[in-house]
């Protein structure tokens, strides 16, 4: 098939190249010069594993980008995966997407035959009716054009991996064609392992990526509450969560206490639906909780931090900026905060990531940046461990440079050692 794929981020990227894989003809869409670029030279704008590999091959023989809307009625199917960013109020801004529906429209006004136009987006679900499909309409005012939803579950760090091995698809569509159409679009995917398939309508579509994110997103803030109780009682949560994983009603999936949630999906979707939600009137209370217990834990680390380190002239070892391994994605990083808190203590701060340095420093300019966890650790008075990079639990002797070795663990990674002051978030 030949496919379209609107916008060359996160997502955008990831599928495109992982269609192009499956042996479609792809062409990937973007307004951005230097991404379409980037993607034509078989490079990623992304750090993603697995994905530079996926553009070095299929680049320049099923996967081309560009940044015109013409290929589109030479498709099959035509994929937006452009992004909603939040509003102040957690709100979606649909302005961009709005944009990129309406010119998907105008694009196919003279197209004679079917087509189906799906939502990759995360969108909420009357957003779909309300919005996106009038858009859509409003450039093509052509019958023959079809909306669908096929919501994303795509991790950052593991999105290529998460692509090729889903636990389901999700299909939101109004007709068995448009159904057959996505049907057709996955089959290479199908033919190779059993996935589970929801065929739904577009609206439920949408409201299952935010249900899935928000019990995801509540169920490790209910995971830091029962780890923070653990902590005030002396006990290790681990060994507790350890032990609950066991019941198959609970299963041992996101039971990891630690900082907390960050990144662009969890945050975005849990203020999303919150708003949604309250805008219709009803009020979402744990889900509200779940967001103020999340917000709560890098506070928790810097109390950790502060009861054997007076902060006033210390030099502070921030370990970890993006928001997980396998990333330099750094949105919404529980780094963030606690870049800031110290800075206003008065404390010196040295941060390092193996590669988020530079979009933190674009945030943070005055902030020192170490080009290595040693140097980073070098005379300091305390570390704080935010990312669980593999590296990290690697340290040693490293700890021995350390003018005082205060090391307080958000993530469980760093092995204790003699010789060191070690404090767990949650154990």
């Given at each position: 098939m030949h496919i379209t794929v609107i916008g060359s981020g996160y997502v955008g990227t990831t599928m495109a190249a992982c269609f192009a894989d499956l042996g479609h003809q792809v062409t990937a869409i973007d307004i951005d010069e230097a991404i379409v670029e980037a993607i034509n030279d078989g490079?990623?704008?992304i750090d993603e594993p697995g994905l530079d590999d996926l553009l070095e091959t299929h680049t320049q023989h099923s996967l081309e980008a560009t940044t015109s809307y013409d290929p589109i009625p030479d498709s099959d199917v035509t994929f937006l995966a452009i992004g909603t960013p939040s509003n102040p109020d957690g709100s979606i801004d649909l302005s961009a997407l709005e944009a990129a529906a309406?010119?998907?429209?105008?694009?196919?006004?003279?197209?004679?035959?079917?087509?189906?136009?799906?939502?990759?987006?995360?969108?909420?679900?009357?957003?779909?009716?309300?919005?996106?499909?009038?858009?859509i309409q409003r450039g093509a005012n052509n019958d023959q054009v079809e909306?669908?939803?096929?919501?994303?579950?795509?991790?950052?760090?593991?999105?290529?991996?998460?692509?090729?091995?889903?636990?389901?698809?999700?299909?939101?569509?109004n007709s068995e064609w448009a159904t057959d159409q996505l049907q057709a679009v996955f089959e290479p995917l199908l033919e190779e392992q059993s996935v589970p398939i929801v065929d739904t309508d577009p609206a439920t579509a949408s409201m299952i990526k935010y249900a899935n994110n928000a019990f995801l997103a509540?169920?490790?803030?209910?995971?830091?509450?029962?780890?923070?109780?653990?902590?005030?009682?002396?006990?290790?949560?681990?060994?507790?969560?350890?032990a609950i994983g066991l019941d198959d009603r609970i299963s041992d999936q996101f039971l990891?206490?630690?900082?907390?949630?960050?990144?662009?999906c969890f945050p975005k979707d849990v203020?999303?639906?919150?708003a949604a939600a309250t805008q219709h009137?009803?009020?979402?209370?744990?889900?509200?909780?779940?967001?103020?217990?999340?917000?709560?834990?890098?506070?928790?680390?810097?109390?950790?931090?502060?009861?054997?380190?007076?902060?006033?002239?210390?030099?502070i070892a921030v370990l970890g900026l993006a928001f997980k391994p396998q990333t330099d994605d750094i949105r919404n990083s529980r780094a963030i905060p606690i870049l800031e808190s110290p800075q206003k203590a008065g404390a010196d701060i040295v941060a390092y990531d193996p590669v988020a340095i530079d979009p933190m420093r674009e945030r943070f300019p005055d902030v020192e940046y170490a080009q290595s966890v040693e140097a980073a650790l070098e005379g300091s008075d305390g570390a704080l461990v935010v990312t669980g990079w593999d590296e990290f639990a690697t340290l040693d002797e490293e700890f021995d440079a350390m003018a005082t070795p205060v090391v307080v663990d958000g993530r469980r990674i760093v092995e204790p050692r003699d010789g060191i002051i070690y404090e767990g978030l949650t154990w």
């Open positions: 490079t990623a704008p309406e010119a998907t429209g105008e694009a196919l006004a003279d197209k004679a035959d079917r087509h189906l136009v799906v939502i990759k987006s995360t969108v909420t679900p009357m957003s779909i009716q309300d919005t996106l499909e009038p858009a909306v669908g939803m096929n919501p994303e579950f795509l991790r950052e760090g593991s999105a290529v991996a998460d692509f090729q091995n889903p636990d389901k698809l999700v299909f939101g569509t509540s169920k490790i803030s209910l995971v830091n509450d029962l780890g923070n109780i653990c902590k005030e009682f002396g006990l290790d949560a681990y060994e507790v969560m350890d990891r206490s630690g900082v907390g949630w960050g990144g662009s203020a999303a639906i919150i009137g009803y009020d979402p209370a744990l889900l509200e909780a779940a967001v103020e217990i999340n917000e709560r834990q890098p506070e928790r680390l810097l109390d950790l931090l502060e009861s054997h380190v007076d902060l006033e002239g210390a030099r």
